[in-house]
């Protein structure tokens, strides 16, 4: 029966090898299976038929009935283009076109009443539909169904009369074909208990819906059986992992630790760090492996819960290692525990890229005998031929690069599995947490240490420029210092944004020298001009850093207590969070200033007004995921396997995820190898999909 949807595309009536081939290229459709999963990504409501009169750019696709009024050539050899009048009594718009003018002018003709579709744009100050859809209106009734799905093409695709429409016909030539064909990928079990429609009828319905609330069904049955999959994976995955390995037993609390606690520790944990501290002495007590996650928005204190943990691993006669994403990182944290541990007689090394071969020798040598109890460096510490005397616990920081199969790798280098503890400082949402993270643990740091004075953000246009500029000398003569951060740099950019060495030439005549001193930082920079630039702002010899977004990562100047952000509506706000989190590390209050043009998309507004309105990461992260989606989230392009869906949202779809994830925990929990008759059908297409997973081998 599955034969059927593997065949290859180019046998399917009205294909052919050539146009295959353009299929594969460009929407990597190779086999029927992948047409009938290239879904929708809209509907158009076909009944709703828009006027001139109250079109505006803003809105969608929309459509439109009238006449051409007549055509018109213009442009040059490259620019070509044809322009067709078109009416409907309440007004007149332009359909442009780049390309296939002939075909468009014998086809369509003046004065035949027609349905056109696109999206209303704006060109020369008047509003036009380009490459619009157009069908004789007496047709188009039986052609077309009331809510007519729309399907991502490309110019490519277009140009070999791929279009939208045309791929909806070659959808109904398959379903045609494959009825009776499509198996059911579900136990009948499962879709009764969940209420789902089968997959033939959700198939069907996704492309051809009769109805919205039969449409509704449809999404909801393809995107649990998406998610689903997804978590019965990860969690079997967890089960296996549980089920292969023991985890050490740190049973006791001592000199280490408790000689931190009382000599060494500078100030009062926050709640927070004890209730996560009491979680992690938890799991590494119990002889069960600890893979746990820890998260805590910028300036929390995970690294401090990180070297009491570790303090724990060694008072219990092991090693533990401290990971970080970049060499630049690993030296900040060697420096960090290095201070801490001051006075304390514990062995801490730095092993990176660039560690001289005798020094990563002596290295090797100190760990194989024990004499050293900290190892801190950056990923190549564990692929390397690092050998540890008994490495008990590692800390992986920042780790958002690393996805569920990459885990699984590393717990499969050998059968004694040391303690795992993964911190992000960029908070995820829980969906995408359970997704992503799905294998480990949470354990959340909710809480900033105290002291803290929340950040005041504000929004502001050009108008207030100099009122801004005021306020940031009335800083500077408090003693405080300021960030400017731009886009970035480059001349081909628009001009419409300022870039940054037009900011810095405005900066320095609004704040003049002798009086005024300021850095400059940006990527074309050599790297020795760049620390220059920032150790001088650094040591508090200039006042203001103008910089692009390359101070993000590891800058901690407390002195700077104002972030100003231009252009900000070009940011993301994962970016614009952790920029403010640059501000704000000192006691002193401290503002972030977000400039920006007055016009504003949708999604800028809100990104701009969720800014202002906190200061949560959590909240911020949650809203980043519902305004771009899980692939393009900052840090998770790498993570690969999660963000592969073709119908789900991690971020609008919670509630399908959350009871898919339910629903999977039960019956691994029930039949964690998926060996009873019942889960049979689960077992084989959980197979299928992940044929290539480097854990599969761990229960089966
Ligand atoms: P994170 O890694 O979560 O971004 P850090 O561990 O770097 O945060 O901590 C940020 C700063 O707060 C550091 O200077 C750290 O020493 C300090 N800090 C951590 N915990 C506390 C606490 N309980 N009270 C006061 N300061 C703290
Ligand atoms: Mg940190």
Redesign the pocket.
């Known amino acids: 029966m599955q034969e059927f949807l593997e065949q290859d595309i180019q046998f399917l009536p009205g294909v052919g090898p050539k146009r295959a081939e353009i299929l594969k290229k460009e929407l990597q459709i190779a086999t029927f299976r992948d047409l009938l999963y290239h879904f929708p990504y809209r509907y158009i409501d076909r009944t709703r038929i828009y006027t001139i009169s109250e079109l505006n750019p803003e809105l969608p696709i929309i459509q439109l009935k009238g006449k051409i009024t007549g055509y018109e050539k213009s442009g040059n050899k490259g620019k070509k283009r044809l322009i067709a009048g078109f009416t409907d009594g309440t007004g007149s718009i332009e359909l442009l076109w780049f390309r296939g003018e002939k075909w468009i002018v014998d086809t369509y003709k003046p004065g035949v009443e027609y349905i056109v579709f696109g999206k209303p744009s704006v060109f020369n100050g008047q509003i036009n539909i380009v490459h619009p859809d157009i069908d004789e209106v007496s047709k188009s009734r039986e052609l077309l169904t009331r809510l007519q799905p729309m399907y991502s093409s490309t110019e490519k695709l277009k140009d070999n009369f791929l279009n939208s429409k045309s791929l909806h016909k070659l959808v109904n030539s398959m379903l045609e074909l494959s009825a009776g064909k499509i198996a059911e990928t579900l136990p009948v079990w499962l879709l009764n208990e969940a209420s789902l429609i089968s997959l033939p009828k959700a198939l069907q319905n996704i492309h051809f819906p009769a109805d919205t609330p039969t449409l509704l069904k449809a999404e909801t049955r393809l995107k649990f059986e998406e998610l689903f999959f997804l978590q019965l994976n990860i969690l079997r995955i967890r089960a296996g992992r549980i089920m292969s390995f023991k985890g050490y037993v740190f049973a006791k609390v001592g000199e280490n630790f408790n000689r931190f606690y009382k000599e060494n520790l500078p100030?009062?944990?926050?709640g927070a760090?004890k209730k996560v501290l009491k979680e992690i002495r938890r799991d590494m007590g119990t002889g069960k492996q600890m893979n746990r996650l820890l998260q805590?928005d910028?300036?929390?204190?995970?690294?401090?819960v990180a070297l009491m943990s570790m303090l724990i691993a060694l008072d219990n006669g092991y090693q533990a290692a401290f990971m970080a994403p970049t060499e630049i990182l690993a030296i900040q944290h060697f420096r960090?525990l290095t201070k801490f541990l001051v006075g304390l007689d514990i062995r801490v090394e730095l092993l990176t890229g660039s560690t001289k071969k005798a020094e990563r020798t002596r290295i090797h040598e100190a760990l194989e005998n024990g004499s050293l109890q900290i190892l801190v460096g950056t990923h190549a510490l564990i692929e390397d031929k690092v050998r540890f005397k008994g490495l008990g616990l590692v800390i992986i920081d920042e780790q958002h690069r690393f996805g569920v199969a990459q885990r699984a790798q590393l717990w499969k280098k050998s059968d004694t599995v040391p303690h795992v503890l993964v911190m992000t400082?960029t908070p995820i949402p829980r969906t995408l947490a359970m997704t992503l993270y799905g294998d480990l643990d949470v354990s959340v740091?909710d809480e900033l240490?105290?002291g803290r004075k929340p950040i005041k953000t504000i929004h502001i246009t050009d108008s207030k420029r100099l009122r801004m500029h005021g306020f940031l000398k009335e800083q500077i003569a408090a003693g405080r210092q300021i960030y400017i951060v731009y886009p970035l740099i480059s001349e081909s950019e628009k001009m419409d944004y300022k870039d940054l060495s037009d900011g810095y030439e405005s900066i320095t005549r609004a704040f003049p020298p002798p009086k005024y001193q300021v850095s400059v930082v940006h990527g074309k920079m050599k790297s020795e001009e760049k620390e220059i630039s920032m150790k001088h702002f650094k040591e508090g010899r200039t006042h203001i850093m103008v910089a692009t977004t390359v101070i993000e990562v590891g800058v901690d100047i407390p002195n700077a207590s104002v972030m100003v952000i231009e252009s900000a509506e070009r940011f993301g706000l994962s970016q614009l969070h952790q920029l403010r989190g640059r501000v704000g590390r000192g006691a002193d209050q401290s503002y972030c200033i977000l400039m920006s043009g007055y016009k504003l998309s949708a999604d800028a507004k809100k990104r701009i007004e969720t800014m202002v309105r906190t200061n949560d990461g959590f909240e911020i992260a949650e809203t980043d995921l519902q305004l771009r989606g899980p692939g393009d989230m900052e840090g998770t392009q790498q993570s690969g396997e999660a963000f592969d869906l073709k119908i789900a949202h991690i971020g609008k779809d919670g509630q399908i995820l959350q009871y898919a994830r339910d629903k999977a925990s039960k019956i691994i929990d029930d039949d964690p190898e998926l060996n009873k008759e019942s889960n049979v059908l689960l077992k084989k297409q959980l197979r299928k999909l992940y044929r290539n997973n480097v854990n599969w081998g761990v229960i089966s």
């Open positions: 100030f009062e944990l926050t760090q805590g910028v300036g929390s204190g995970k690294t401090l960090t400082a740091i240490p105290p």
